[in-house]
């Protein structure tokens, strides 16, 4: 008997968007982007703009929506994230990230309507992160765990309308949404230049003018050991410090001839309210002669600043030679720069007796980042070599947007280098399993002070599509 369609779908996004609200933060490797999305479109280096390549197009192209053959489309999708990082102090301690197994669920529908097809997708866009042990080199001696986690997703929905049998047009309207974790032990050191010399960041505010105040009054000698910004729950499944917004895309498909198409893209630069932590605290210490050591800890409100996802600009070519191969080739620009100059971060302590002479007062902090545009290349093939059965590989490479002197071992989205592979296989007329895998080769990056971080990462989605 045959599906109702649309109420099928939306039990089928209803039960998904559950899955995904409950979905493990993200480690992506195109700067904080994912190397590709949707397991077709990854098994081919990532490249999407031109050719079909289900509902994933919501996120890639969506004018793709247009190309396909069926009149409704239901994707459902899981991917596993395997990120291994590794930070190296200048004196060869080493720190492994701990956090190496993600998982991420997604989810698509499309409908086609004569010349219109619409739908809804829910996507996890990427993230960066990572966690080092409190007793590694990472934890200053004083036992201080290191955590990240970025993630940024989104629900979307598209409208793609064919002009005629050349062209295709399309746009759609995001909701994002993003959470932020972050423990940070900062050393004396650092801690001091964001005070004065200001060569990895600069602190304002009220707090600075106090602590300055009370490190004057102290004994010769007296030092700073660490200062530790955290806002971190215990869910390995959404963030401390979360906002949500807004952004869109539009895009085109021109097919000049029968098995030759081009794409061409734009997505928007996201437009998010500032995460925010309310109840959480940041410590620091000092080493006084004569007292010991003397901690701090002041609670109040966390709110991470201007954090944006960038806009980008993508086109690509699909080539059908024939009825068995598919050669696919893309290009994109994301525009790093505009979003990701500085990590800015606000605390306001609270009127606590136990916050001293800083109740009520306020530190602004901000970690240079400086982050470059960056230009990603994706190519792929795809050989049919039965009636069931479709196998597929690619290339991606993005240069490593983020400047050497800034890195920081707590946000190492570095990897450059990528290869993928990957297989569809038919399940009769309607149903299909499609499968990648990715490679993100080791990529090695030593920082202003010269801690060595290298990453290296292998991922995999599974998708199963029903076109009915």
Same mark, same amino acid.
């Given at each position: 008997?045959?599906? $109702?369609?649309?109420?099928? @779908?939306?039990?089928?996004?209803?039960?998904?968007?559950?899955?995904?609200?409950?979905?493990?933060?993200?480690?992506?490797?195109?700067?904080?982007?994912?190397?590709?999305?949707?397991?077709?479109?990854?098994?081919?280096?990532? @490249?999407?703009?031109?050719? %079909?390549?289900?509902?994933?197009?919501?996120?890639?192209?969506?004018?793709?929506?247009?190309?396909? $053959?069926?009149?409704?489309?239901?994707?459902?999708?899981?991917?596993?994230?395997?990120?291994?990082?590794?930070?190296?102090?200048?004196?060869?301690?080493?720190?492994?990230?701990?956090?190496?197994?993600?998982?991420?669920?997604?989810?698509?529908?499309?409908?086609?309507?004569?010349?219109?097809?619409?739908?809804?997708?829910?996507?996890?866009?990427?993230?960066?992160?990572?966690?080092? %042990?409190?007793?590694?080199?990472?934890?200053?001696?004083?036992?201080?765990?290191?955590?990240?986690?970025?993630?940024?997703?989104?629900?979307?929905? $598209? =409208?793609?309308?064919?002009?005629? %049998?050349?062209?295709?047009?399309?746009?759609?309207?995001?909701?994002?949404?993003?959470?932020?974790?972050?423990?940070?032990?900062?050393?004396?050191?650092?801690?001091?230049?964001?005070?004065?010399?200001?060569?990895?960041?600069?602190?304002?505010?009220?707090?600075?003018?106090?602590?300055?105040q009370i490190m004057a009054s102290m004994p010769a000698g007296t030092s700073v050991d660490y200062a530790y910004f955290d806002f971190s729950n215990s869910s390995d499944f959404t963030g401390e410090?979360?906002?949500?917004?807004? @952004?869109?895309?539009?895009?085109?498909?021109?097919?000049?001839? $029968?098995?030759?198409?081009?794409?061409?893209?734009?997505?928007?630069?996201?437009?998010?309210?500032?995460?925010?932590?309310?109840?959480?605290?940041?410590?620091?210490?000092?080493?006084?002669?004569?007292?010991?050591?003397?901690?701090?800890?002041?609670?109040?409100?966390?709110?991470?600043?201007?954090?944006?996802?960038?806009?980008?600009?993508?086109?690509?070519?699909?080539?059908?030679?024939?009825?068995?191969?598919?050669?696919?080739?893309?290009?994109?620009?994301?525009?790093?720069?505009?979003?990701?100059?500085?990590?800015?971060?606000?605390?306001?302590?609270?009127?606590?007796?136990?916050?001293?002479?800083?109740?009520?007062?306020?530190?602004?902090?901000?970690?240079?980042?400086?982050?470059? %545009?960056?230009?990603v290349i994706q190519v792929g093939a795809a050989y049919r070599l039965s009636g069931n059965l479709t196998v597929r590989a690619g290339f991606n490479h993005g240069n490593d947007p983020i400047p050497d002197r800034y890195l920081n071992c707590l946000f190492p989205a570095t990897v450059e280098t990528h290869l993928t592979?990957?297989?569809?296989?038919?399940?009769?007329?309607?149903?299909?399993?499609?499968?990648?895998?990715?490679?993100?080769?080791?990529?090695? =990056?030593?920082?202003?002070?010269?801690?060595?971080?290298?990453?290296?990462?292998?991922?995999?989605?599974?998708?199963?599509?029903?076109?009915?």
């Amino acid at each position: 008997m045959k599906l $109702p369609r649309f109420e099928a @779908a939306v039990r089928h996004a209803a039960a998904t968007l559950a899955l995904l609200a409950l979905s493990h933060q993200l480690r992506a490797t195109n700067g904080m982007n994912m190397e590709g999305y949707g397991p077709v479109a990854t098994a081919l280096g990532g @490249a999407s703009m031109a050719y %079909d390549n289900g509902t994933a197009g919501v996120i890639n192209n969506p004018a793709t929506l247009s190309l396909m $053959p069926s009149a409704d489309r239901l994707d459902l999708a899981l991917g596993v994230l395997g990120p291994q990082i590794t930070a190296a102090a200048p004196n060869g301690a080493s720190a492994k990230s701990q956090s190496t197994t993600f998982f991420m669920p997604a989810f698509g529908y499309a409908r086609k309507a004569g010349n219109i097809v619409y739908g809804l997708g829910v996507f996890g866009q990427g993230g960066m992160g990572c966690e080092y %042990d409190k007793d590694t080199w990472r934890g200053l001696g004083f036992g201080l765990e290191n955590r990240t986690e970025v993630s940024v997703g989104r629900v979307i929905l $598209p =409208v793609s309308y064919r002009v005629n %049998d050349q062209l295709s047009v399309a746009a759609t309207l995001d909701y994002v949404w993003a959470g932020m974790d972050l423990k940070m032990a900062m050393s004396g050191a650092q801690f001091t230049d964001l005070l004065s010399t200001h060569q990895i960041g600069q602190a304002s505010g009220s707090i600075v003018q106090s602590f300055g105040q009370i490190m004057a009054s102290m004994p010769a000698g007296t030092s700073v050991d660490y200062a530790y910004f955290d806002f971190s729950n215990s869910s390995d499944f959404t963030g401390e410090a979360s906002g949500k917004g807004y @952004a869109g895309k539009v895009g085109i498909v021109y097919t000049p001839q $029968p098995g030759l198409a081009f794409g061409l893209t734009y997505h928007s630069k996201t437009r998010l309210d500032d995460l925010e932590a309310p109840g959480n605290s940041i410590r620091f210490q000092m080493n006084v002669p004569g007292m010991g050591r003397v901690p701090q800890t002041l609670a109040g409100d966390i709110t991470v600043r201007d954090f944006e996802w960038p806009a980008m600009l993508g086109g690509g070519v699909a080539w059908q030679p024939n009825d068995r191969w598919l050669l696919v080739a893309d290009i994109r620009r994301v525009f790093w720069a505009d979003v990701m100059k500085n990590f800015n971060l606000a605390f306001v302590a609270s009127s606590a007796t136990a916050n001293g002479p800083f109740a009520g007062q306020r530190l602004d902090a901000q970690l240079y980042q400086n982050w470059d %545009d960056q230009t990603v290349i994706q190519v792929g093939a795809a050989y049919r070599l039965s009636g069931n059965l479709t196998v597929r590989a690619g290339f991606n490479h993005g240069n490593d947007p983020i400047p050497d002197r800034y890195l920081n071992c707590l946000f190492p989205a570095t990897v450059e280098t990528h290869l993928t592979i990957g297989c569809g296989y038919a399940l009769g007329e309607h149903g299909s399993i499609e499968f990648s895998y990715t490679h993100g080769f080791e990529h090695s =990056v030593t920082n202003g002070g010269g801690v060595r971080v290298s990453h290296s990462q292998n991922n995999a989605q599974l998708m199963y599509a029903l076109r009915f």
